[in-house]
Each structure stands twice: as C-alpha cells, then as structure tokens.
C-alpha cells in the first residue's frame, strides 16, 4: 500500500453529481452510526496499537481518535451557526496543532469516545429534523473561499466519519490486529 493509498484509504471526498433525501438519510445514517463503529475497532487496542501511526508521518490512532471529537464538535456548532444565522463564516481551526496538545497526544481515548456519542446523538437529532429548505442554507468557509451548503457539509462529514475509521481499520489489516 503506498502512502496516497494510506492518506486516503476509501479516496478523497467526492460530492455526488445529485443529492436526493435518500443520499442525506445515507449519510445522516453514517454519521448516527460513527461513534459505536469508531468504539468496536478501537475499544481493545492497548496503549503501544494506540500510539501507532496509521501511515509514516501520519497520526496515531490516538490522535485521529481525538481529531474525530475535535471535529465532529465543530461541525455540530458549524450546523448549528448555519441554521441560526445568515450566512455565518465558520471559525476554522488549526487540526494539525490540535493534534499535537496534550490532550490529543497523551490522554486515554475514553472521554473522546464519550465526546463523541453525545455530539453524534444530538447532531443526528438535528439532522433528522431538517427540511430541504434547511439542507440549502450555506456557511462560509473562510479558508476555502467558498460557500458551503448544509447538504455538502453533511455529505463531508460523513465522508469524514468513514476516512478516519478507515485509518484505523486499514492500520489493524497491515498490523494484523484483532
């Protein structure tokens, strides 16, 4: 496996040509599952399987653990903004710093775990709720110059749920790891 394969283990985000309800239920479905799927590849490894990089240079399964709580917290509150206020500019966030903080580096995954089940709980409740006047509402993206609808937002988030979550079971196939 070369290390494009590793980076991108289920390939780089694609938006479909069309989204229909059918799409956003998929990926709603994808983000609603995320937590108890992240859990059962995770929940067994000890701390050395934990400190592993999933690829040379990349992160441990640590930190993308912990990436995972740090992001999917900014897209419940980026959903949030979008669906309260007029064209919000999300706030971006230095990931690769993040990843570096003690708390991503060093701490048992169990609080990010639980991050993530609460937000993943109530951001699909949120999910579930809208309407497709609501799934047209759009954020700015400052660092990409662009607006960002909720629909593509929603597709990338699940798109995000399924790379890392590759990472980690991409990593346990080549170490041979239960």
């Known amino acids: 496996m070369n290390i494009e394969q590793m980076k991108y283990p289920i390939g780089k985000f694609k938006l479909p040509d069309i989204i229909t309800t059918e799409i956003i239920e998929k990926f709603i479905l994808v983000i609603e599952s995320f937590p108890a799927r992240l859990k059962a590849e995770v929940e067994n490894l000890n701390e050395e399987e934990l400190d592993t990089p999933y690829r040379p240079e990349g992160w441990t399964i640590r930190q993308v653990v912990n990436h995972c709580a740090d992001s ?13 206020e007029d ?9 690769d710093r993040w ?6 580096k060093t701490m ?13 709980k ?50 346990k196939k080549r170490k041979n790891w239960r």
């Open 99 to 104: 990843a570096e903080l003690a708390d991503s």
């Open 72 to 84: 999917h917290m900014n897209g419940l509150i980026r959903h949030k903004l979008l669906l309260t």
């Open 122 to 171: 109530r951001w699909t409740v949120l999910l579930k709720s809208l309407n497709q006047d609501d799934l047209k509402r759009i954020y700015i993206h400052p660092e990409h110059g662009k607006e960002f609808p909720l629909e593509e937002s929603i597709a990338l988030y699940a798109w995000h749920c399924n790379h890392h979550l590759a990472h980690i079971t991409e990593l």
């Open 87 to 95: 064209k919000p500019t999300i706030k971006p966030y230095m990931e």
């Open 108 to 120: 048992p995954i169990a609080s990010a775990l639980l991050i993530l089940d609460g937000v993943h």
